[in-house]
């Protein structure tokens, strides 16, 4: 079992930054970040694999960085450049083993944090 616990979510304004942190009981292989914006599903953000490689959903890439701390069992996501349509709960997520081709697909994961509220205000 695996506890997530999000935080560091707020509103900000566009062209601004956050820095979401995701403390965990422990860190496992594969963690990532999540996002949902009212009605709309949950989608991918970043994740972060084993060997620390990354992988970013198009629309963040170049504007946010996903990154761990394992000695304090800590994953974070320095989001830059915010815009409006960022807005959306960030949940942080993680699971021992997810296949390649589903990396940022939210049901291949199965530990859950409770999310974090972030809005971009023009």
């Known amino acids: 079992q695996v506890q997530l616990v999000e935080s560091g979510g707020d509103s900000v304004q566009a062209g601004g930054s956050l820095r979401l942190s995701c403390a965990a009981s422990r860190l496992l292989p594969y963690m990532g970040w999540f996002r949902q914006a009212p009605g709309k599903e949950r989608e991918g953000v970043a994740i972060?694999?084993?060997?620390?490689?990354?992988n970013y959903v198009d629309s963040v890439k170049g504007r946010f960085t996903i990154s761990r701390d394992n000695a304090k069992n800590t994953l974070y996501l320095q989001m830059d450049s915010l815009k409006l349509e960022d807005t959306a709960v960030y949940y942080c997520?993680?699971?021992?083993?997810?296949?390649?081709?589903?990396?940022?697909?939210?049901?291949?994961?199965?530990?859950w944090g409770q999310g974090t509220q972030v809005t971009v205000s023009s």
């Open positions: 997520a993680a699971d021992t083993s997810v296949p390649s081709k589903v990396l940022l697909n939210p049901r291949a994961y199965k530990y």
């Open positions: 972060i694999g084993r060997s620390d490689i990354t």
